[in-house]
């Protein structure tokens, strides 16, 4: 049988331009639109990968028959259960510093990760499959959030066992993603029969991702509504949960014995209190700043039931033991942001800015006197020599505001700096006299 020695790179080029014609028009393309359209032509083993990888690098779907997998029909069970262990009503819920502590742990965990190169180019190959609820069906609605609650709600639960079940066809996907991608290097020899199967098992992994993020859909929506009115919109919050929940999918080790709605919590819970930390406000304060001003928020409510009164920051700071200067400093980093144009009054007719004074705003009177006194300074510097006016002015700023020193002014007549303290001397002197002072005595003692 004569040796295989594939087609040329240009008529092979013309054929995977039909077939990114074709996958643009439909979105993917079938194994089987793959083989119909390469028949015609001799390809080998690695032009039959280069033409794969040319797909997926123009962003289209390669479906593969994984009806063959015996696999998939994991897939089509009817799981019945909820995620009982999960405290989904908010009843038990721990407070903020809770919240703020698991987002530090959360973020000592990311920090301390040092993922290889393949395992972020996997990651982002995977997300980029990961399909989501039509956009265009949620822009009819006048509800997007009962359109979204409907659409989750469609999904059925997973038991203890559909859990493993698909994180054990996750992690055979992303095997089969590293030999796939060893093979596309260069580094790893197979055959079309060991690439095919080989990209069924990984989109078997893909699927098996997709169906435990939406069947935990329900999940996000129950932790996230117990952040609602701490400054970001609910469906915001869901999305930010949505990001936790597709990291803890990625990170889920089933092997620990786990339920995986106890693992996601945590993520989810993470996501969304880092995303208020950074977002809620208009001017974003650090986590350790919020847990503090948490901490500053319930002392101070107990001190006034104890009280009947408002709490000073003397009484704040004696029960949180810090100084009263640093309780005062908490609260005014605490303290949100309000627009000078808030509406003021009933008739709402005013704005807040209408109300705030102007510190740095010139008096009438005031722009009116000094306005004059130039006018005068003006007239009794022109009755002096050319030189003498000129260093006047640079020596105390008259004209542009910024005063120089004597070895400035020297340098720009060119002279020494005791030249220059002579010709002020002198010159303060004439301006002392009674017919010269007379005009800018009256401005002086006022």
Do not use: C
Request: aromatic share 4%; proline share 3%.
């Amino acid at each position: 049988m004569p040796k295989k020695t594939g087609s040329t790179d240009s008529e092979l080029d013309s054929y995977v331009a039909k077939l990114i014609s074709t996958g643009d028009a439909k979105g993917s393309v079938t194994e089987d639109d793959i083989q119909i359209a390469l028949k015609t032509i001799d390809v080998t083993d690695k032009q039959l990968s280069a033409v794969y990888q040319t797909l997926r690098n123009n962003g289209i779907e390669i479906i593969s028959a994984v009806e063959d997998d015996d696999a998939v029909s994991d897939l089509d069970d009817d799981p019945v259960v909820h995620h009982d262990d999960i405290d989904l009503d908010g009843e038990g819920e721990s407070t903020e510093d809770h919240d703020i502590r698991v987002a530090k742990m959360a973020d000592a965990e990311m920090s301390s990760e040092k993922p290889k190169k393949k395992a972020r180019a996997r990651t982002t190959r995977a997300r980029s499959r990961v399909r989501g609820i039509d956009a265009t069906t949620v822009m009819l609605t006048g509800d997007p959030v009962r359109m979204y609650l409907k659409e989750i709600g469609k999904v059925d639960l997973l038991t203890a066992a559909d859990e493993v079940d698909l994180a054990m066809k996750i992690e055979a996907g992303l095997e089969a993603a590293d030999k796939l991608e060893a093979q596309d290097a260069g580094e790893l020899t197979l055959t079309r029969a060991e690439m095919r199967r080989l990209m069924r098992v990984e989109q078997v992994g893909l699927d098996a991702k997709q169906a435990l993020i939406s069947a935990n859909l329900r999940l996000v929506v129950s932790i996230a509504k117990r952040y609602v009115g701490r400054g970001m919109l609910f469906l915001d919050l869901i999305q930010e949960g949505n990001l936790g929940l597709i990291r803890a999918v990625e990170k889920f080790d089933y092997e620990k014995g786990f339920k995986f709605s106890t693992y996601a919590t945590w993520w989810i819970r993470q996501a969304i209190t880092r995303a208020i930390a950074d977002q809620a406000r208009t001017i974003r304060i650090p986590v350790h700043m919020v847990e503090t001003i948490n901490k500053l928020v319930r002392v101070q409510r107990q001190l006034l039931q104890d009280l009947g009164r408002d709490p000073s920051p003397e009484e704040i700071g004696a029960e949180m033991d810090m100084s009263a200067d640093r309780v005062r400093e908490i609260q005014k980093i605490s303290q949100e942001p309000v627009s000078l144009e808030t509406p003021i009054g009933e008739e709402e007719d005013s704005q807040l800015g209408d109300f705030i004074e102007d510190a740095q705003a010139v008096v009438p009177p005031e722009a009116a006197s000094f306005s004059m006194l130039q006018e005068q300074l003006t007239q009794v510097l022109d009755g002096l020599a050319e030189r003498e006016r000129k260093v006047i002015e640079l020596r105390f700023g008259l004209a542009d505001g910024h005063p120089r020193t004597l070895e400035e002014v020297g340098r720009e007549f060119g002279v020494t700096r005791e030249r220059i303290r002579q010709i002020e001397s002198k010159t303060l002197a004439k301006l002392r006299h009674p017919s010269r002072s007379s005009k800018l005595k009256d401005y002086i003692e006022g």
